[in-house]
Nanobody, 115 residues
Framework: QVQLVESGGGLVQPGGSLRLSCAAS????????MGWYRQAPGKQREMVAI???????KYADSVKGRFTISRDNAQNTVYLQMNNLKPEDTAVYYC?????????WGQGTQVTVSS
C-alpha cells in the first residue's frame, strides 16, 4: 500500500507564492513519475506538472514560467513551487505517483488565490 501526504496549501493574494509538498510512503519499489494535478469547481481534473524518472519535467501551458516542480528521490518527495499566483489557479491540488503501472493519489490540498 502506498500513501501520499500533501501539505502547503492555503489562501494567498494574487501575485503571491505557495509551496506544496508531497511525501510518498509505504510499499514503494519504483516510482516512475510524481506530479501535481488540480481540480477547480465544476471542472475536470487537469495535469499541472509532473517529473519523470531522470528528472524530465512537463508543465501545463497555463503554469509555465510560474510553477516549478522538483523531486527528492531519496525522500520520495515532490515539491511544487508556485509563484505569481492568479485567481484562476484556485483549485484542489492533488499529488500523484505512478508506481508499477498504478496511479496513486493524495487526499488533496486547497489552494485559494483571492484578494
Amino acid at each position: 500500500q502506498v500513501q501520499l501526504v500533501e501539505s502547503g496549501g492555503g489562501l494567498v493574494q494574487p501575485g503571491g507564492s505557495l509551496r506544496l509538498s508531497c511525501a510518498a510512503s509505504g510499499s514503494i519499489f519504483s516510482i516512475a513519475a510524481m506530479g501535481w494535478y488540480r481540480q477547480a469547481p465544476g471542472k475536470q481534473r487537469e495535469m499541472v506538472a509532473i517529473v519523470i524518472t531522470g528528472s524530465r519535467t512537463k508543465y501545463a501551458d497555463s503554469v509555465k514560467g510560474r510553477f516549478t516542480i522538483s523531486r527528492d528521490n531519496a525522500q520520495n518527495t515532490v515539491y511544487l513551487q508556485m509563484n505569481n499566483l492568479k485567481p484562476e489557479d484556485t483549485a484542489v491540488y492533488y499529488c500523484n505517483a505512478q508506481i508499477v503501472g498504478v496511479n496513486y493519489w493524495g487526499q488533496g490540498t486547497q489552494v485559494t488565490v483571492s484578494s
